[in-house]
């Protein structure tokens, strides 16, 4: 019997960060139920002067078990001609284009509409955003281009589903909420953890994780530490991830405020086999987002058990309980800080982590799998 045959166009390795691993994993999950998959990701995904970060690429080999082909220049027409006629060739029953920012929409807009032309193809999008944290000119004409050839969408928070309705109201849509990023390695101890990255054995760590951009609220966390009520917990806030922002204006912060004995930072990307000792090192996950729609960052500390504290903006609070995974607070350092306090003062390490063992049984990706085999029903 032949397997039913799905394409995912979208980031994947040799690219790096959390949309790779994200296709990547949604392909693994499609493979496990029996179809044939084969992504298409780029050769060029951004043009260098549109990239802040110092590189695109990964610096590790390709996943042995997924066929990944690389067709796509973001900018060059001609490769989306050849990528939708290679991809036509192969008269898939589905083709998933993960969507996260309106520049990519004359890409992928282009590529699906060659697609479904005199074939039967169904397109299904899933959203990261459908409107942008940083908006720049021709968002909305690029993502309105982008929706057209799609045939549904799925949406990852509420607040994404909602967003959908101002560019199409008819098509169907589905919510699903971001699984669990369970392919950054096995729990390991803190001790482990903390000696692997040279950390100091004695300190407590709360996490900011990721890209630094300025929508995530860097600063806020920053200034959070300014307050001397964190002085008495031995707290330190662990800095993870390449910024994309302009890195002096932090230090500019942390200078003011004094604080560089309570700040520790790691501001290379960091590569996925070093994850986990970051997120095993530490207390707890502090989000302090000004604006959001779902985390990636939620879905890797709930794989590892760990509290967090959001701030209650976009999809956050429906992904993090607030008394029961951590807190949800307000958009401030002030809040942010309390927050901290509170966690130490009460210790309720154990609590939220036990909070986050149960409430990460929803976020698997057999339940991605079923929206997405539901929603390609109802096309």
């Not at 032309?117 to 397109?123: A, E, F, V």
């Not at 063992?357 to 109802?378: A, C, P, V």
Request: with cysteine; aromatic share 12%; proline share 5%.
């Amino acid at each position: 019997m032949k397997k039913p045959k799905l394409i995912i166009v979208g980031t994947s390795w040799p690219f790096r960060g959390g949309l790779s691993a994200y296709n990547e994993r949604l392909a693994t999950e499609f493979q496990k139920k029996g179809y044939d998959v084969v992504i298409y990701t780029f050769t060029l995904q951004y043009p260098g002067i549109l990239f802040p970060g110092k590189t695109q690429m990964a610096d590790w080999d390709a996943p042995v078990h997924l066929e990944i082909r690389q067709t796509i220049n973001s900018v060059n027409p001609i490769t989306w001609i050849r990528t939708a006629n290679s991809i036509r060739r192969e008269y898939p029953d589905l083709v998933i284009i993960k969507y996260w920012l309106p520049f990519m929409g004359p890409c992928f807009g282009t590529i699906g509409r060659l697609i479904r032309r005199k074939r039967k193809t169904k397109i299904i999008s899933i959203l990261d955003n459908i409107i942008p944290h940083e908006k720049r000119p021709g968002d909305r004409m690029f993502t309105k281009y982008f929706i057209k050839p799609v045939n549904a969408f799925l949406a990852m928070s509420d607040s994404v589903l909602e967003d959908i309705n101002k560019f199409d109201t008819v098509k169907p849509r589905s919510f699903c909420p971001h699984p669990l990023f369970d392919n950054f390695g096995e729990i390991i101890g803190k001790k482990e953890a903390k000696q692997y990255l040279g950390l100091d054995s004695s300190v407590n760590y709360a996490l900011f994780f990721g890209f630094v951009r300025e929508y995530k609220g860097l600063d806020l966390a920053l200034k959070a530490f300014g307050y001397d009520q964190l002085r008495k917990h031995n707290v330190k806030l662990l800095i993870a991830g390449e910024f994309y922002d302009n890195l002096e204006k932090y230090n500019a912060i942390i200078k003011e405020l004094s604080i560089s004995d309570r700040i520790e930072m790691r501001t290379d990307f960091i590569a996925d086999s070093e994850v986990k000792y970051y997120f095993c090192a530490s207390d707890i996950i502090v989000q302090p987002y000004k604006t959001a729609t779902q985390s990636g960052i939620s879905q890797i500390a709930y794989h590892f058990n760990k509290p967090m504290i959001v701030t209650g903006v976009g999809g956050l609070p429906e992904i993090v309980p607030d008394g029961k995974v951590g807190f949800v607070v307000d958009r401030s350092s002030k809040a942010i800080s309390d927050a901290i306090h509170k966690f130490y003062e009460h210790k309720l390490e154990e609590t939220f982590s036990q909070g986050a063992r149960e409430e990460k049984q929803k976020y698997s990706w057999n339940r991605m799998f079923n929206t997405i085999e539901e929603l390609t029903r109802k096309i």
